[in-house]
């Protein structure tokens, strides 16, 4: 008896998620046990708007009469498995149509926020309870995986852990050693995966309750400040202390010290009878404003230990493969005169009224020792931004803002909250951060005397400001 259909697997992974290594395994997998098999891919796109696609078919029958035609791509109903190393792309399967009372769902529980929730002022997140419901309601069962979570643990990427689940789920006709010597043979950080691979399976043995709300995860306080971190509200600690690990890692001590000196004083006008909100809101925006990006800062990224592994591992080559990691940079006049004294700054030509500065174009082989070397050269100046024109205008622009936050608290707490907000404008760099910081300078210039002379009219140009800035973003 000749089955008459194959079992169709569909998969959504990001970037580095290693969703391509997966599907390889797949395939090897069902050849190792006799079993004809298709794979194919299509990519997505950047900036996290849609992931790549892997599509698998494999027949679950030996010594076919003839050979069978594969499909190229997914159709509507006819997806036994779906797997989703993003919650959101479980949903964007559905949408299409290829979610079906026949398709059984395997989905990891973390997000990775999109570019649409990212550019919204405030809170843009999409909720995943009425994802997870319209899953429950259509699919013929829903498994929710701590995936990123169990990686972490297996000391492996995620798509070691989602094969498990995969193997586990009792839809694949592929035995359970043929998988794990299908990771053996690529020959590719063996052991890590075998254990994510096992994690997968116990994962998928005893699935995440749906109904849970996942928490964000927080860097743990550095042990210099977890006292400071534990005199703040409780609600405001975990923030906090995230917070501070970020901004001794972008620059140092003192200047954390500095972060929660300023958060002190919002707390301090804040209460618990609001829920901290004002003081939640302006943690998060300042943490994020006094790590502003800039060529000290991307040098530093870009020089980090364990960075060419981890480049290895979500390209799938070994450790004595040839490695060439070229870094594209275009530093333009803003962002060259920002690491200098503003003395220094002032060297450097201004670009013509109605002109751009196209930047200086550079090509680095950051895997040498050449482009390594400058890239470490630039990074060194970590001690010297605090000197530097950009690091000075920056910090101007936050007292300001911070003056008009604490002085709008007294009078309307709702407006304080807008104005904490308002520091979504600080934000990108070159033309899109001196436009963001013009429209902060109207509002935060003389913000005192307009807050206490006509609060109402201030308010609503606050608000129009706000509006201006998240229809910006969608554009």
């Given at each position: 008896m000749t089955i008459e259909r194959p079992v169709c697997v569909l998969m959504a992974a990001l970037g580095g998620q290693g969703g391509g290594v997966l599907v390889d395994w797949l395939v090897q997998a069902a050849r190792i046990d006799g079993f004809m098999a298709q794979a194919t891919s299509i990519p997505g796109v950047a900036q996290r708007t849609g992931a790549t696609t892997y599509y698998f078919e494999v027949y679950p029958q030996r010594d076919l009469p003839a050979r069978p035609v594969f499909s190229i791509f997914p159709a509507s109903g006819a997806i036994d498995l779906m797997v989703s190393f993003e919650p959101m792309e479980a949903a964007r399967a559905l949408s299409g149509g290829y979610i079906s009372q026949d398709t059984k769902v395997i989905t990891a529980r973390e997000r990775i926020y999109s570019t649409f929730e990212k550019i919204k002022p405030g809170d843009g997140i999409t909720p995943l309870a009425p994802v997870f419901d319209a899953l429950n309601a259509i699919a013929g069962s829903l498994t929710i995986v701590e995936m990123a979570k169990a990686a972490r643990n297996a000391g492996c990427h995620p798509n070691a852990v989602m094969f498990g689940a995969m193997a586990a789920s009792e839809?694949?006709?592929?035995?359970?050693?043929?998988?794990?010597?299908?990771?053996?043979?690529?020959?590719?950080?063996?052991?890590?995966?075998?254990?994510?691979?096992?994690?997968?399976?116990?994962?998928?043995?005893?699935?995440?309750?749906?109904?849970?709300?996942?928490?964000?995860?927080?860097?743990?306080?550095?042990?210099?400040?977890a006292s400071s971190v534990a005199a703040l509200p409780e609600a405001v600690q975990p923030l906090a202390g995230h917070a501070a690990a970020q901004l001794l890692d972008y620059q140092d001590a003192s200047y954390v010290e500095l972060y929660l000196n300023r958060l002190r004083n919002i707390v301090a006008l804040d209460n618990e009878e609001q829920d901290y909100r004002l003081s939640l809101e302006v943690a998060r925006r300042l943490a994020a404003w006094m790590t502003f990006e800039d060529v000290v800062r991307v040098a530093q990224l870009k020089t980090r230990p364990g960075r060419l592994k981890r480049i290895r591992n979500e390209l799938g080559i070994s450790n004595d493969a040839p490695l060439l990691v070229d870094d594209y940079l275009k530093p333009?006049?803003?962002?060259?005169?920002?690491?200098?004294?503003?003395?220094?700054?002032?060297?450097?030509?201004?670009?013509?009224?109605?002109?751009t500065s196209p930047g200086i174009a550079l090509k680095m082989n950051t895997s040498g020792p050449f482009g390594w070397a400058m890239m470490r050269l630039l990074s060194s100046l970590k001690s010297k931004r605090p000197r530097s024109a950009r690091f000075e205008r920056e910090q101007a622009m936050i007292n300001q803002w911070l003056?008009?936050?604490?002085?709008?608290?007294?009078?309307?707490?709702?407006?304080?909250?807008?104005?904490?907000?308002?520091?979504?404008?600080?934000?990108?760099?070159?033309?899109?951060?001196?436009?963001?910081?013009?429209?902060?300078?109207?509002?935060?210039?003389?913000?005192?005397n307009r807050i206490q002379n006509d609060i109402k009219a201030y308010a609503e140009a606050v608000l129009t400001s706000l509006e201006s800035a998240c229809s910006e973003l969608e554009r």
């Open positions: 839809i694949l006709p592929m035995k359970l050693e043929s998988c794990r010597a299908a990771i053996s043979q690529s020959g590719v950080a063996v052991k890590s995966n075998l254990a994510g691979f096992d994690a997968g399976m116990a994962l998928r043995i005893a699935p995440a309750d749906a109904s849970e709300v996942p928490l964000a995860e927080f860097d743990v306080v550095p042990a210099a400040f333009g006049r803003e962002e060259l005169q920002g690491i200098l004294p503003r003395a220094m700054g002032k060297w450097i030509p201004a670009t013509k009224m109605g002109q003056l008009a936050v604490s002085t709008a608290t007294d009078e309307d707490y709702q407006l304080a909250c807008k104005l904490a907000e308002l520091a979504v404008w600080a934000r990108g760099y070159g033309d899109t951060r001196n436009r963001g910081f013009d429209q902060l300078t109207k509002l935060l210039e003389d913000s005192q």
